[in-house]
């Protein structure tokens, strides 16, 4: 018998929860909506809704409930951790624990690594700053360098790592770049650690929806020790996050969040912690989400991650040569399609003498299209992408805390998820074109917020945000 899938890349687009929403323009007109923004958060997908919907008809406490609905949420939640462990290639040694998102994964981490300032991190100018601020209150943090490409200069790294041989309890790295979609060598830099006595996390949320992740590496040194991932960036946006961790390391210290479930037993005088990971869980666990992830990555196995990769290559290399084929745009990521740069679908540029803010708004009130613009939560890496100096920087920070954003340095960014299409390519490089044609009607139309560095147009019909309403 022949097994056929259900969910492919060429019909996945089908099942994206509110795929055919149209959104008013400035006009008062509606298009159907394009969503170029799934580096920030993806949609969900039907299948995961439908997991959701039926799942909260057995839903219940879990742990320590004794009911029948109690047993089974416990046991559903427990296979989720198994569904991640496999899906990420994980081990028996290390432990899946529950949390928000990203963010509080990595920060979890920062605190249950017994980190003192004697210790060194070793980060990258090129992460967002979830895998850059938990450190720096923590240990000494140093920073390592990017090319001018926006590549990370693997050299600097190798040599920060030699040289504080000994000192470097974790090297903290990106999977890939949520600015220039640039991919990481993760293992040949875990091997690198582990030669030196290093420890190696990745921040895995950008990675994780588009390429195979395997933390067990391929050769004996080149193992990840720790991960830290999301679910809403893999279309599962029911706020749960992951911290992959060995069980050694977890099992010691205290965790930074205490209280129900995190204990054996109390007493008036002492605490006798459970082993991780329900002592890294405090409180009522995010059972719905779990499941939502769970369904999730049963959903990108079955499309196939080597699918989704050559699937996002094709888009990623057609916007990228109808980018270059326009005058004025500035590519922030090396924009040859034939280079051997190995890039998910997240590409930022700029367009000359228009600002990014204006692109992206003009983008979403002339044409319906969802992207982003700003420095996308990655500040040193944007401004070493824009060549901006230490002395202009530090006049942007003055005029910012003086609540100035009328000049704001950013790019705008288009990224890519498993259901975007050529002809939504062709669709926001047509608008895109318009905008640059039309210069001055659109700089006419607009008005900036010298507050908060948004662009909106100057007429705005009254019920334009009321399509949904609470
Ligand atoms: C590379 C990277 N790391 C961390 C984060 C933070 O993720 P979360 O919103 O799940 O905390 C993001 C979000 O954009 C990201 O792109």
Request: with cysteine; hydrophobic share 35%.
């Amino acid at each position: 018998m022949i097994f056929k899938n259900t969910y492919s890349i060429d019909n996945i687009r089908k099942y994206v929860v509110g795929i055919d929403k149209k959104v008013m323009l400035h006009n008062g007109k509606k298009v159907n909506y394009i969503n170029l923004d799934n580096a920030a958060s993806t949609p969900t997908l039907q299948p995961i809704l439908n997991k959701v919907n039926s799942f909260l008809e057995w839903y219940s406490s879990i742990h320590r409930g004794t009911g029948y609905k109690s047993k089974i949420s416990t046991k559903v939640y427990e296979q989720t951790r198994e569904i991640v462990t496999n899906f990420v290639g994980s081990n028996n040694d290390n432990v899946v624990v529950f949390v928000k998102n990203t963010t509080e994964a990595i920060n979890k981490l920062s605190y249950r690594l017994g980190l003192t300032k004697n210790d060194i991190v070793i980060t990258t100018i090129m992460e967002h700053h979830s895998n850059d601020l938990p450190w720096r209150n923590k240990a000494k943090v140093l920073h390592s360098k990017v090319l001018d490409n926006g590549e990370l200069d693997i050299k600097d790294l190798e040599h920060k790592i030699k040289i504080n041989a000994g000192k470097v309890k974790l090297v903290t790295i990106t999977g890939c770049s949520n600015v220039t979609g640039i991919v990481n060598d993760i293992h040949y830099i875990a091997a690198l650690c582990h030669k030196y006595g290093s420890k190696i996390m990745v921040d895995a949320a950008q990675l994780i929806p588009h390429r195979k992740v395997n933390m067990k590496g391929n050769k004996k040194d080149d193992y990840i020790d720790f991960i830290a991932f999301c679910g809403h960036k893999m279309y599962a946006p029911f706020g749960t996050g992951v911290l992959i961790a060995p069980k050694s390391v977890l099992i010691k210290g205290e965790p930074e969040y205490v209280g129900g479930g995190t204990i054996i037993s109390v007493t008036k005088y002492n605490t006798h912690w459970a082993d991780p990971p329900e002592k890294d869980e405090a409180g009522t666990p995010n059972v719905v989400g779990s499941v939502a992830l769970a369904e999730a990555i049963k959903v990108l196995q079955e499309i196939g991650m080597r699918n989704i990769q050559k699937h996002e290559n094709t888009l990623t290399d057609n916007l990228i040569t109808e980018l270059n084929s326009i005058k004025g745009i500035t590519i922030y990521s090396p924009s040859n399609t034939k280079n051997s740069i190995d890039k998910v679908g997240v590409i930022s540029f700029n367009v000359k003498d228009i600002p990014h803010n204006l692109v992206a708004s003009a983008l979403a009130y002339e044409g319906g299209i969802g992207v982003r613009s700003g420095c996308f939560c990655a500040h040193p890496y944007v401004h070493s992408l824009l060549k901006i100096s230490n002395k202009d920087i530090v006049q942007f920070q003055k005029r910012f805390l003086l609540q100035d954003m009328k000049e704001t340095p950013g790019m705008v960014r288009a990224s890519f998820g498993i259901y975007n299409t050529i002809n939504e390519i062709k669709t926001f490089i047509k608008m895109l074109k318009y905008i640059i044609n039309n210069k001055s009607v659109i700089f006419d139309k607009y008005i900036l917020n010298a507050n908060t560095g948004e662009y909106l147009p100057k007429n705005l019909p009254k019920n334009i945000f009321t399509e949904f309403m609470l």
